[in-house]
């Protein structure tokens, strides 16, 4: 592409990216099935924008891939990487062994050679790192249980693909290897390693990954010292690009996985000064770039193909996707996950992964698959990538509420043996501080959760917890409901707190409640179900930096304890005002400007008057006027 042909392909590119994920989010669908419909669109089975050129965006758009392992390589300090050690090799090498064993084991009995099945094996036990981490993301789901198992079992796929380059290669032997070589070698550009014997090749992928780690180790922050020194941020950032390209371009030379090669740089370079400008300089080009390559899978699925061999591809997938979901229920039970988890550690990483272009590539040029064997293949990948955000959408909406919520159901309620003037319902990152605070004062508190795993892990660190749903009355009742002075509410989703709510001003209306609230419309739904005492999570914390700010930056600190606190009490009385008209949104949105413009008309005035007097220290009177009229 050149010229006007350059600039027509990216004005294509972008316009799909830019007309399809937004409507795609707004669906429901996720940013990265919005790039693979943005693709398939505007691909040659689509509107026909972009022709068989678009092979040669796939392989531009694979740097999104590369710059996207070496950030999380950043991330990864050998440190971090020793204590994950066991998810990292136990679940991940289980999952890659079984399923390479499983998958293997169905090409096999399809009548492949047992070298040509192996490798087809290890190459489908990949899943996709770029879909799985982005979904993951986007859905929150990264600090749950199944997220950090999806997570180590990704990380050591990718890490696993450095030995499987090495292993390819020697499964090429036998008259199968033979003659997918001699038809493939035709059409072959080559690298520095090849035409050496195999033994040869494997040693130089060892040399290369050397050669990386002791590069990374004693050269590049060196070199990274003397780039900062001259204070340039475009040049800072010149040099974080051409080290990933300069690796990736290294790899590739030597038949290697040029996103392996960044990735392990980024596991040294993790430890370095400068791992936060290098992320935050790499980010943007990363994000654009991978979602380049979203759309170039898209683009390249071979429609035509998959029309000449519809049930076969079909059965393919399916194959692929059942095999893998089997797999990683079986290894979830195995390390004890709870049900809810398991089932999304399973969907989330059921699909063939972006490594596997690469890889079939890689063993078709070196004889140990044919071209026959590896399009329909490519083509299974491409489309159980694309049905991965479907997958998840599935599990989400359909596999979930009738299956996932049953292991609750099979364990019973504690019995609950003490009646307490206070009941805590949530006892996590939030309720845990109240009653800790509450406990330690001496204040009997009877602390329920609705997830029995947690319960588990604080009644072994010596809290008495009881497993219970705080919206059932008679649990309430049996916690001493009907007898206790306060339930403090802090569970974690907005929707169990209200139902909670309601069963409490049913049931036991005489209960005072205070609530946590995760947020302004969360708040609001407390206070149209009558709960008085509403503690927006986060407000506190902000005011206590704000306050620090503000004396940092030269105020006294009476005056930024003071200013903090009349912000509190004007926001707490605008919430009150405008939860009665949040329904009306144009008189909303009208009333909350007024009401910024309002507040900081107010702050500055206070200021001002302060400043007439910069000796003045704490006004008694105005202080016992605040402190009576702060609201809760």
């Known amino acids: 592409m050149h010229g006007e042909a350059f600039f027509y392909q990216a004005f294509v590119y972008l316009a799909a990216a830019v ?52 950030l999380v390589g950043l991330e990864l300090r050998p440190a971090l990487l020793w204590r994950l050690r066991g998810p990292i090799l136990g679940l991940g090498g289980l999952q890659v062994t079984v399923t390479a064993m499983a998958l293997a084991g169905v090409a096999m009995v399809m009548g492949l050679p047992w070298s ?70 035709a059409g072959h550009a080559g690298t520095w390693v090849e035409g050496l014997p195999a033994w040869a090749q494997t040693a130089a992928v060892l040399g290369a990954v050397a050669g990386i780690i002791l590069a990374g180790r004693f050269l590049v922050q060196p070199a990274f010292r003397v780039i900062a020194r001259t204070g340039l941020r475009e040049i800072f950032t010149a040099a974080g690009l051409l080290l990933v390209i300069g690796i990736a371009l290294l790899m590739a030379s030597v038949g290697l996985s040029p996103a392996l090669g960044t990735f392990l740089a980024g596991v040294v370079l993790a ?27 898209g683009a390249s699925v071979d429609f035509d193909l998959i029309a000449s061999r519809p049930g076969t591809i079909a059965a393919l997938v399916g194959i692929l996707i059942v095999v893998k979901l089997i797999v990683l229920l079986v290894l979830g039970r195995v390390f004890r996950m709870g049900l809810d988890q398991n089932l999304l550690f399973a969907f989330a990483l059921a699909q063939g992964g972006e490594f596997a272009f690469v890889l079939f590539s890689f063993a078709a040029q070196n004889g140990v698959i044919t071209s026959e064997v590896a399009a329909p293949l490519i083509a299974v990948v491409a489309l159980s990538m694309g049905l991965t955000p479907l997958l998840m959408i599935v599990n989400e909406k359909l596999v979930q509420p009738r299956f996932g919520t049953r292991e609750r159901g099979e364990r019973p309620a504690d019995t609950i043996d003490e009646h307490n003037p206070v009941i805590v319902a949530g006892f996590g990152r939030f309720g845990h501080v109240i009653g800790r605070l509450l406990l330690a004062n001496g204040v009997g508190t009877t602390i329920l959760d609705v997830d029995s795993d947690h319960v588990d892990l604080l009644r072994k660190l010596g809290l008495t917890v009881f497993y219970g749903d705080a919206s059932r009355p008679d649990l309430l009742k049996a916690a001493g409901a009907d007898r206790a002075k306060l339930l403090i509410l802090a569970v974690d989703r907005p929707e169990d707190s209200l139902e909670i709510v309601r069963t409490v001003k049913k049931h036991f209306p005489n209960l005072e409640i205070l609530a946590r609230a995760r947020g302004r419309p969360h708040t609001y739904d407390l206070l149209d179900a009558g709960v008085e005492h509403v503690y927006r999570e986060h407000l506190d914390t902000s005011l206590r930096v704000g306050v620090d700010a503000l004396r940092k930056l030269g105020f006294r600190s009476h005056q930024a304890v003071r200013a903090a606190r009349k912000f509190r009490r004007h926001d707490e009385a605008h919430v009150r005002e405008l939860v009665r008209m949040r329904h ?30 910069r000796d003045v220290a704490w006004d008694s009177t105005s202080l016992r006027e605040e402190f009576g009229q702060s609201v809760d």
């Open 19 to 70: 007309v399809s994920v937004p409507l795609a989010k707004r669906l429901g669908l996720g940013s990265v099935l919005g790039y693979l419909i943005a693709g398939i669109a505007i691909g040659p089975f689509g509107l026909g924008l972009v022709g068989r050129e678009g092979q040669d965006v796939m392989h531009f758009a694979e740097f999104g891939v590369v710059m996207m392992l070496f």
């Open 116 to 185: 040509m099945s192996l490798a087809i094996g290890l190459i489908l036990a990949l899943s996709s790192t770029a879909i799985v981490l982005q979904t993951l993301n986007e859905k929150g789901l990264m600090k749950t249980r199944a997220g950090q198992s999806s997570f180590a079992v990704l990380l050591f796929q990718d890490i696993a693909v450095i030995p499987m380059l090495a292993i390819l290669p020697l499964l090429a032997f036998g008259a199968a290897g033979a003659l997918a070589k001699g038809t493939d070698d």
């Open 271 to 297: 430890n370095s000064e400068y791992r936060h400008e290098l992320e935050s300089d790499i980010e943007p080009f990363k994000g654009l770039l991978l979602g380049l390559f979203f759309i170039s899978v």
């Open 584 to 613: 009306d949104r144009k008189t909303y949105i009208s009333r909350a400007r007024e009401m910024i413009r309002d507040l900081e008309d107010v702050m500055r005035a206070d200021l001002e008057e302060v400043g007439h007097d």
